[in-house]
């Protein structure tokens, strides 16, 4: 039978492990897909704690939401899509049940996009949470425009550093935080125009000299927290700021400034709605083919190694993301 990594308690990496189930067969509607990798993300390392947002029911709860593999069977009536054809997981809401942490997932044919081409496997399965993100705080929600002066946090995470491709391909001007002055090398090739390290800056006073005295027109939280205060003070009055991560889950200020925007991004807002997960294909597809949006990969591991995937993971050095292949026996 196939195999599936599920955890029966919650805790460190250790509690993975690999164990066989039965393909479940695609109801209408449905596709089951063979998954070929997938990518580790903080959210799956959350859930695995127990510090996830929703209840996780246990034992034998699933993880993953990114993916990428081939079409294996269509449910009756579905429609749009073919067997062998190429894809990637665009949403996994009920992961606990159906993560991509497996060599088969069974899902609505409405959460899995085409494949762009020009991407490799480890690619594929590392590049739609990070850019699908990305796109939908930045372009969605806020409007990022030419020129925008665009304060990304956390800007050597996975969003961090598809936040700087998409807003470098748009023409804004993506400003990188990050807490080390050694990240600077590595941003400005990732893409950032600028680099604000904080261990050796100070953030409001960096900002305002790098957007001639008026401040960041967007800023991109992916950490929250009271550290969120600068980065407030750091917009400039009628700016934007998007909070879409959760690093610091300490309760982050309010703002005094009436007139600057706040948003509350959340992946799911966006990989739910079928006319907006179109848009966001069509614009990755085109950022591919144009070599302007392509993922970082950090490592990569095999199914028989994904407790050391977590292992890393945990310790914070990775710079890219963290991809698991998978191949089926035979």
Known sequence: ????????????????????????????????????????????????????????????????????????????????????????????????????????????????????????IPEAAAVWVGYSTAYGALVEKAGMRPGDHVLIT??????????MSIARYIGAVPLALTRHTGKKDELLAAGAAAVVATDRMDV???????TAGTGADIVLDMVGGPGQQQLLEAARPGGTLITAGFLDPRPAP???????????????????????????????????????LRPAIDEVFTLDNVVEAHRHLEKGVHAGKIVVTVRPRR
């Open 1 to 120: 039978m196939p195999r599936v990594v599920v955890f029966d308690e919650f805790g460190g990496p250790d509690v993975l492990h690999v164990v066989e189930d039965p393909v479940v067969e695609p109801e209408p509607g449905e596709v089951r897909v063979r998954i070929e990798a997938f990518a580790v993300n903080p959210l799956d390392e959350m859930v695995r704690s127990g510090a996830g947002f929703v209840p996780v029911p246990l034992p034998h709860a699933r993880l993953g939401i990114e993916g990428t593999g081939v079409v294996d069977a269509l449910g009756p009536g579905t429609t749009g899509l073919r067997v062998g054809e190429p894809v990637i997981l665009a949403a996994v809401p009920d992961a606990h049940v159906t993560g991509s942490y497996a060599e088969y997932t069974t899902l609505p044919a409405s959460q899995v996009i085409a494949r762009p081409a020009g991407l490799g």
């Open 154 to 163: 956390a800007a050597s995470g996975a969003v961090g550093r598809a936040a």
């Open 204 to 210: 409001v006073e960096s900002v305002r000299d790098l």
């Open 254 to 292: 309010s703002p005094e400034d009436t007139t600057l925007k706040t948003f509350r991004y959340r992946g799911f807002d966006h990989t739910l709605d079928a006319v907006v997960v179109q848009r966001m294909a069509a614009f990755l597809n085109a950022g591919v083919r144009l070599g302007a």
